[in-house]
């Protein structure tokens, strides 16, 4: 990863994101000089950190090798992290043989005619684990539109039961996630947070098909390995919704074809949309546009398990990269009251002038205040769960 000049002082981001000019931005002036070509760098006028202070109970994770080391915490302007080494993650794919335009619009009932033909297959018994946001319009779709899809919602499993009182019907509300079996599931969707993939991960994979909403859970490398085992043992596959991951057949190819040198994602929100742990969980931001975390998505995961899944998918998506070369940049904006903003920057190998291939997108996801999941995301983990039904069960790990 390119290193940029150092910035002194702290500062505002204020301005950076397109949303944020005009009346939100600056004066003409500087608007125009703002809208310059961005750089890995675009971020450098938020605060930057300082030391994770141990005094106060803020333990820091084991230290990466040097090639490696993250920012966390408050990070102060002045560096960025080398790129990581090329450490190859899970072998994972596309979804070959999805029916393109296999997907209805958001609010219609009628199944085009791939769907159709999914539907004639025969029923598809699924199961949700998780019922936040995410797992209550899961539920909600399955049960309205289901049926005439060739869906059969079998089960939905919560931490908390109390909480699918009144809304999930007590026939289909699993007790007990460890006896799912016993309600035949062709696919269990799990929407629910990184702990369920490392603890009954392996043992779904014994009785369905694996839709994973929480692909953070990967970046720990025994967890990666007990689903490729559990996968091939069982003939059963492991999904990876890609979620608000936008471009990411395009980052697959390219990294395929051994063109991908660098790829970044940055993620900002605001600080009520964060489930952060450890000293992250521990970090103040000393003002309205703040760093929390720069450096490999890896490192980034343990402590940000809900809001690090985008850059985790941008890991399964370049396993030439992969958790250690991919690099994730987590941003506090108090700005950001209805919205998440990810920006994903790529590069690739140089040309005939010797200018390399560069790809920025700039994604707006709109959010209602402190949701971890934006209504974008929603409707694309529905479409990930549809492609999920066309495909075949094969072993290994699969971005849908």
Not at 346 to 353: D, H, M, V
Request: charged residues 20%; glycine residues 12%; positive net charge.
């Amino acid at each position: 990863m390119t290193t940029w000049p150092a910035r002194e002082g702290a500062g505002d981001c204020r301005g950076n994101f397109p949303h944020q000019q005009g009346e939100r931005g600056c004066a003409a002036g500087e608007r125009g000089a703002r809208r310059a070509p961005r750089t890995p760098s675009h971020h450098a006028h938020c605060a930057g950190p300082g030391k994770v202070d141990r005094a106060q109970g803020r333990v820091l994770p084991p230290p990466l090798p040097q090639a490696h080391a993250p920012t966390l915490g408050l990070r102060g302007r002045g560096k960025t992290e080398p790129r990581g080494s090329r450490v190859r993650c899970p072998k994972s794919s596309g979804c070959p043989g999805l029916v393109q335009g296999a997907v209805s619009s958001p609010g219609s009932r009628a199944p085009d005619t791939a769907l159709r033909a999914m539907a004639d297959r025969g029923p598809w018994r699924v199961g949700v684990v998780g019922y936040g946001r995410l797992g209550q319009s899961l539920v909600s779709r399955l049960l309205a539109q289901g049926p005439e899809l060739g869906l059969e919602l079998v089960f939905v499993w919560n931490r908390d039961p109390g909480r699918m009182a009144g809304s999930v019907p007590p026939s289909l509300q699993l007790q007990n996630l460890a006896a799912l079996g016993e309600r035949r599931p062709d696919l269990v969707v799990e929407v629910a947070h990184p702990k369920i993939i490392h603890e009954s991960g392996a043992q779904i994979l014994r009785h369905a098909n694996l839709l994973v909403g929480s692909p953070s859970a990967l970046s720990d490398q025994t967890t990666e390995r007990q689903l490729l085992e559990a996968s091939q043992h069982w003939d059963h596959a492991v999904f990876v919704a890609r979620g608000a991951l936008w471009g990411t057949e395009d980052i697959r190819r390219l990294d395929a074809a051994g063109g991908l040198r660098s790829l970044r994602v940055t993620m900002a929100t605001h600080p009520d949309g964060f489930r952060l742990e450890g000293p992250l969980a521990a970090a103040h931001s000393p003002g309205p546009c703040t760093v929390l975390y720069e450096g490999p998505v890896r490192g980034l995961c343990p402590f940000a398990p809900r809001n690090s899944n985008t850059m985790a998918a941008a890991a399964l998506a370049a396993p030439s990269l992969g958790f250690d070369g991919v690099i994730g940049v987590l941003v506090a904006d108090t700005s950001l009251t209805d919205m998440h903003v990810v920006d994903v920057e790529l590069s690739g190998p140089r040309g005939p002038t010797g200018r390399s291939f560069a790809v920025h997108t700039h994604r707006e996801n709109p959010a209602e205040p402190g949701a971890v999941t934006g209504s974008a995301t929603v409707t694309a983990f529905w479409r990930s769960l549809l492609a999920c039904c066309q495909l075949p069960s094969r072993p290994g790990i699969h971005l849908c």
